[in-house]
């Protein structure tokens, strides 16, 4: 009974180690993860969708500028929290904003979006 004990064990353990290293390296799935090329086709995309949105839903006419941050979170799909710049009028102003992506159904939601 000791052996099953002991291996159970150092699965435990090992797993465990495993584990904190891939939170550490920023790939623990939940939790949110720099978005290093803010400029990538799919991010810009992102982006304009959620001023877009926004346009859509509020009324307003802000103009995409680009993003200033991005974070990524792995969940049933994929949240990008961004920093966008958008032109308000003559005035170019911060926005965050959260999308939900789910690109294999083709679905993608605006859930946050709020002046900074």
Do not use: C
């Amino acid at each position: 009974m000791s052996n099953i004990f002991s291996i159970t064990l150092s699965i435990f353990l090992i797993s465990s180690i495993f584990f904190h290293f891939s939170t550490a390296l920023g790939g623990g799935v939940g939790g949110w993860t720099p978005i290093n090329d803010l400029n990538a086709l799919d991010v810009v995309a992102i982006g304009e969708f959620a001023v877009n949105e926004h346009n859509k839903e509020a009324g307003t006419k802000l103009e995409y500028q680009s993003i200033a941050k991005g974070e990524s979170q792995v969940v049933a799909g994929t949240n990008y929290r961004l920093v966008i710049n958008a032109k308000d009028g003559n005035y170019v102003r911060k926005y965050l904003a959260i999308v939900w992506d789910k690109p294999w159904e083709k679905v993608k939601k605006l859930t946050s979006f709020k002046q900074m």
